[in-house]
């Protein structure tokens, strides 16, 4: 597996559609439906029942995630980074968990910054931004799954 340092680029572009398979393996969820969003900066991840707490000093956040459509919660623990102030599409301003994660996109992962947010009413669990695009990712908006297909049960996107 090739692993993408932080601040590197890819020497090839690797084109992705514009819905792919994402892993964040640290926090157990695998094979989530995600979407390619070139107009955020940062990815986000959908998340209830958000509880911080301290762990050894450090801010921490208790949450529970979705794997993808059709899976159970995931009950996710995860060190808190950073809080930011971001602008939603409707423009609505909030105040956000920042957590670290690898994240896996195909054959490649690396370290990501993801905020937490109530993504219930949106298609897809999780969103990737610029700031993990800028790898050298080539968004292809008119195809989705170039880097792996879901299974079929529960896939309707």
Not at 65 to 79: K, L, M, V, W, Y
Not at 93 to 118: C, D, H, K, S, Y
Not at 126 to 132: A, D, F, N
Request: proline content about 6%; some cysteine; glycine content about 8%.
């Amino acid at each position: 597996m090739a692993k993408v340092r932080k601040h590197s680029r890819l020497k090839e572009p690797v084109e992705i559609g514009w819905c792919e398979l994402v892993d964040l393996p640290e926090l157990g969820l695998l094979d989530m439906h995600a979407k390619i969003d070139t107009g955020a900066r940062t990815s986000s991840l959908h998340a209830t029942h958000v509880k911080p707490f301290e762990r050894d000093g450090a801010p921490w956040v208790s949450f529970r995630s979705p794997r993808s459509i059709g899976h159970r919660p995931q009950d996710c623990e995860a060190q808190v980074i950073a809080t930011r102030r971001i602008t939603s599409s409707n423009g609505h301003i909030q105040t956000r968990f920042v957590i670290g994660a690898i994240m896996r996109l195909g054959p490649l992962e690396w370290p990501a910054q993801i905020t937490l947010a109530n993504r219930a009413t949106m298609a897809f669990p999780i969103l990737i931004g610029r700031r993990g695009l800028r790898r050298g990712f080539l968004v292809n908006s008119g195809k989705r799954w170039l880097l792996g297909k879901p299974s079929k049960e529960g896939t309707k996107i």
